[in-house]
């Protein structure tokens, strides 16, 4: 079974043990309970300023970026392994983490590092700030 479109993880099993539930009241017999494994989260934000992609090509290790082909970066990063889709709007999509704090961890990661080399602008006197990371796992 494939779940799509939750949320959390949490939610994500929630759905998966709501179907089962619901076939095993239409008669399915189901043994045991369901081994739910998360392959992928796919979550977006917005950093809330301005990259300059053509700098972060060389900025950063492990990218492809080909404006004619896609207005987006693609930044392949190693720890936590995810694929971040990086564009100069400073919005973002992270795919490929396996657990919600990694999507926090990458992001986080990848703002700090775009600072540190000067790759994103922030427009206004303060720069957004991304929530801190999670304390306990969903």
Do not use: W
């Not at 099993?13 to 989260?41: F, H």
């Not at 720890?79 to 889709?85: A, H, N, T």
Request: aromatic content about 4%; proline content about 7%.
């Amino acid at each position: 079974m494939v779940c799509t479109g939750a949320k959390s993880e949490r939610q994500a099993r929630q759905a998966v043990l709501k179907v089962v539930d619901e076939l095993k009241r239409d008669g399915i017999v189901i043994l045991g309970r369901p081994e739910i494994m998360i392959q992928n989260i796919v979550a977006s934000c917005g950093l809330g300023g301005h990259i300059d992609l053509e700098k972060a090509v060389y900025g950063l290790k492990k990218t492809m970026y080909e404006p004619e082909q896609f207005p987006g970066l693609i930044y392949r990063m190693d720890e936590p392994k995810v694929v971040i889709l990086v564009f100069a709007s400073g919005k973002l999509v992270c795919t490929g983490a396996k657990k919600e704090i990694q999507v926090h961890i990458a992001v986080n990661k990848l703002q700090e590092t775009l600072e540190a080399k000067n790759l994103i602008r922030y427009e206004g006197p303060e720069k957004p700030r991304l929530p801190p990371l999670p304390t306990k796992p969903s």
